[in-house]
Nanobody
């Protein structure tokens, strides 16, 4: 199973970016999909997640600015990020749970998001 994340880059404060993460390989019964981030010197934290049924949850710091969505036909999860702030700078990792009872967890390779003027 491989997760390919893309869409990171350099953006000015107030700008927007859209991250994508596509899963491939022998994957089945995908459950929750999510995005985490890790800033230098900090622990990895959950940014947003979406269940197989479409329910979402967000970190308080991104509520109202970020939107997570998924395309089950493409095994892809997206993170639309808006009103970006300096503190959103981090490496963003996609994550998904799959298999019977979501027993397996897979991580993407990480994509850098830098918010700077």
């Amino acid at each position: 199973v491989q997760l390919q994340a893309s869409g990171g880059g350099l953006v000015q404060p107030g700008g927007s970016l859209r991250l994508s993460c596509a899963a491939s390989g022998s994957i089945f019964n995908i459950g929750a999909m999510g995005w985490y981030r890790q800033a230098p010197g900090k622990q990895r934290e959950l940014v947003a997640a979406v269940t197989s049924g479409g329910s979402t949850n967000y970190a308080d710091s991104v509520k109202g600015r970020f939107t997570i969505s998924r395309d089950n036909a493409k095994n892809t999860v997206y993170l639309q990020m808006g009103s970006l702030k300096h503190e959103d700078t981090a490496v963003y990792y996609c994550n998904l749970r799959w298999g019977p009872a979501s027993v397996y967890t897979s991580w993407g390779q990480g994509t850098q998001v830098t918010v700077s003027s």
